[in-house]
């Protein structure tokens, strides 16, 4: 298994992002880590320490997008830029898995430009887990696609179940589409549409309709299928909401019990590290013709690490082929198109 890891992507890179490939190969013995970026900067983080150094490669590039830069206009003014070189290693089928936690826009506009997608799928579109009162469900799109079409959020359906079934360990994932009310006929065309899309086909027996944003952590389904800008704005609240509260807790009823102070610290600490972003590794790009993870920009080597396994599992269930199958069974046609 070869991964292509952007080097030079993330607030700290890259010394978390290669720390964390190290971590990769000492971990698994069949995977081999692409490093893209630039060498002179790359090479001094791995003098040190007993790892297999036949398993890092070094793929040379000399520009990198910066997180603040606009996607399209960076990949454009920078040709030789690290996540530009990620892809083209995927497409040239040189890798088998294309990592990154450099800038997300550019990390989906670079897979988008290739037009490299699965059989069958219009738009791809950003998964991320979501922890729930009955375990985790997955959410998607959260942002590759902010002007979807309803066959597009259809098709997130699809692949969402898929990704439900065979890494949730789903047996059968129900499917919930985001809206401003849970009756049928609410919200916008698109929401109208897509609802309909899923009440004419063979989904329709795992479709619960329309669900609400306080009913994703309720554990109202197994996926949820939004547009890339609410589905963004969801996942940013989230992370707000749970650092503000676990920042709470921690001031307002821990500091003040003297006795229980360090068991309470403890099970805090253990609490955080259960639903911290960096357990999940990051949220995979659905859709394309190969794997592609897109991390947490301020992720540190463990999250780089767990990125890395999660595309080497994806791969290893052999997610895509699922895919297309799933696909191959369903309407392809749609008047949207």
Same mark, same amino acid.
Not at 10 to 21: E, L, R, S
Not at 91 to 109: R, S, Y
Not at 185 to 209: D, I, M, W, Y
């Given at each position: 298994?070869?991964?292509?890891?952007?080097?030079?992507?993330?607030?700290?890179?890259?010394?978390?992002?290669?720390?964390?490939?190290?971590?990769?190969?000492?971990?698994?013995?069949?995977?081999?880590?692409?490093?893209?970026?630039?060498?002179?900067?790359?090479?001094?983080?791995?003098?040190?320490?007993?790892?297999?150094?036949?398993?890092?490669?070094?793929?040379?590039?000399?520009?990198?997008?910066?997180?603040?830069?606009?996607?399209?206009?960076?990949?454009?003014?920078?040709?030789?830029?690290?996540?530009?070189?990620?892809?083209?290693?995927?497409?040239?089928?040189?890798?088998?898995?294309?990592?990154?936690?450099?800038?997300?826009?550019?990390?989906?506009?670079?897979?988008?430009?290739?037009?490299?997608?699965?059989?069958?799928?219009?738009?791809?579109?950003?998964?991320?887990?979501?922890?729930?009162?009955?375990?985790?469900?997955?959410?998607?799109?959260?942002?590759?696609?902010?002007?979807?079409?309803?066959?597009?959020?259809?098709?997130?359906?699809?692949?969402?179940?898929?990704?439900?079934?065979?890494?949730?360990?789903?047996?059968?994932?129900?499917?919930?589409?985001?809206?401003?009310?849970?009756?049928?006929?609410?919200?916008? @065309? #698109?929401? +109208? !549409?897509?609802?309909?899309?899923?009440?004419?086909?063979?989904?329709? &027996?795992? %479709?619960? /309709?329309?669900?609400?944003?306080?009913?994703?952590?309720?554990?109202?389904?197994?996926?949820?299928?939004?547009?890339?800008?609410?589905?963004?704005?969801?996942?940013?609240?989230?992370?707000?909401?749970?650092?503000?509260?676990?920042?709470?807790?921690?001031?307002?009823?821990?500091?003040?019990?003297?006795?229980?102070? @360090? #068991?309470? +610290? !403890?099970?805090?600490?253990?609490?955080?590290?259960?639903?911290?972003? &960096?357990? %999940?590794? /990051?949220?995979?790009?659905?859709?394309?013709?190969?794997?592609?993870?897109?991390?947490?920009?301020?992720?540190?080597?463990?999250?780089?690490?767990?990125?890395?396994?999660?595309?080497?599992?994806?791969?290893?269930?052999?997610?895509?082929?699922?895919?297309?199958?799933?696909?191959?069974?369903?309407?392809?046609?749609?008047?949207?198109?």
């Amino acid at each position: 298994m070869r991964i292509a890891l952007d080097a030079m992507g993330g607030d700290h890179a890259p010394a978390p992002i290669v720390a964390g490939a190290i971590q990769a190969v000492q971990a698994s013995a069949d995977v081999t880590v692409v490093l893209v970026g630039d060498r002179a900067r790359i090479e001094p983080l791995l003098v040190e320490g007993e790892f297999p150094r036949e398993r890092l490669e070094i793929f040379h590039c000399s520009q990198a997008v910066g997180m603040e830069e606009s996607p399209v206009d960076g990949l454009r003014r920078k040709p030789d830029n690290s996540i530009s070189r990620c892809w083209q290693l995927l497409a040239e089928k040189k890798v088998d898995a294309v990592v990154g936690a450099g800038n997300t826009g550019a990390m989906v506009a670079g897979g988008l430009r290739l037009r490299k997608f699965l059989k069958n799928v219009r738009r791809p579109g950003i998964a991320t887990i979501m922890p729930t009162a009955k375990g985790v469900c997955i959410v998607l799109d959260v942002g590759a696609n902010v002007h979807p079409k309803p066959s597009h959020l259809f098709q997130y359906g699809v692949m969402g179940s898929v990704f439900a079934k065979h890494i949730l360990q789903r047996d059968n994932p129900s499917i919930g589409l985001m809206n401003v009310g849970e009756e049928e006929g609410k919200g916008h @065309e #698109l929401a +109208q !549409k897509t609802h309909e899309l899923f009440n004419l086909s063979p989904l329709k &027996s795992r %479709f619960v /309709g329309n669900i609400e944003g306080r009913d994703i952590h309720r554990g109202a389904c197994d996926v949820v299928v939004t547009d890339g800008f609410v589905g963004n704005v969801i996942l940013k609240v989230c992370e707000g909401v749970f650092e503000f509260i676990m920042k709470l807790v921690a001031k307002e009823v821990i500091g003040p019990l003297q006795v229980e102070r @360090e #068991l309470g +610290q !403890k099970s805090l600490r253990e609490l955080i590290q259960r639903y911290d972003y &960096s357990h %999940f590794g /990051g949220a995979p790009l659905l859709g394309i013709d190969g794997i592609c993870i897109i991390c947490h920009g301020s992720s540190g080597d463990r999250a780089i690490r767990n990125a890395i396994n999660v595309a080497v599992q994806y791969a290893r269930v052999r997610l895509n082929e699922l895919i297309v199958q799933e696909l191959d069974t369903l309407p392809t046609k749609a008047d949207d198109e």
